[in-house]
């Protein structure tokens, strides 16, 4: 079950009223050197910032930044975001990394992360229509 490796602050926001994301906001905030940086560019955290903007006329979302583990997949966040919009199995949302390209649905969020970050976090931008790539 997805619900078990992220959370949500908000409960009440979550259709399934099950924790899904965890807000970026309650990790400590730590003040970092320039050999720190360079130390954890070289590393993988296990678990990646990220921020959901929407656009078109997707639905703009309470909280953008989320915790999320490496090894979840692309299908992972447009399920997730499929139930919190109330949406249909049939209807579609369209999930884009730094507004240049759809990655596959199997694609790991590490991998997104290790190829496409944007600072220490991945921006994702979803709409409910095809919009770039």
């Known amino acids: 079950m997805m619900?078990?490796?992220i959370k949500n602050p908000e409960n009440n926001d979550d259709p399934t009223?099950?924790?899904l994301f965890q807000?970026?906001?309650n990790e400590p905030e730590t003040?970092?050197?320039p050999s720190d940086l360079n130390n954890m560019s070289n590393s993988s955290p296990s678990k990646i910032e990220i921020n959901l903007k929407s656009a078109g006329n997707a639905p703009i979302l309470k909280k953008k930044?989320?915790?999320l583990e490496r090894t979840k997949t692309v299908k992972f966040?447009?399920?997730?975001l499929k139930?919190?919009?109330?949406?249909?199995?049939?209807?579609?949302?369209?999930?884009?990394?730094n507004q240049e390209f759809a990655p596959s649905p199997d694609t790991e969020i590490g991998t997104i992360y290790d190829c496409f970050r944007t600072g220490n976090s991945v921006i994702f931008y979803y709409c409910i229509t095809p919009a770039w790539g």
């Open 3 to 5: 619900s078990d490796s």
């Open 17 to 19: 009223e099950k924790t």
């Open 23 to 25: 807000d970026s906001k």
């Open 31 to 33: 003040k970092l050197s």
């Open 65 to 67: 930044k989320f915790i």
């Open 77 to 80: 966040i447009i399920e997730w």
């Open 83 to 97: 139930k919190y919009m109330r949406l249909e199995a049939k209807d579609q949302i369209f999930l884009y990394v």
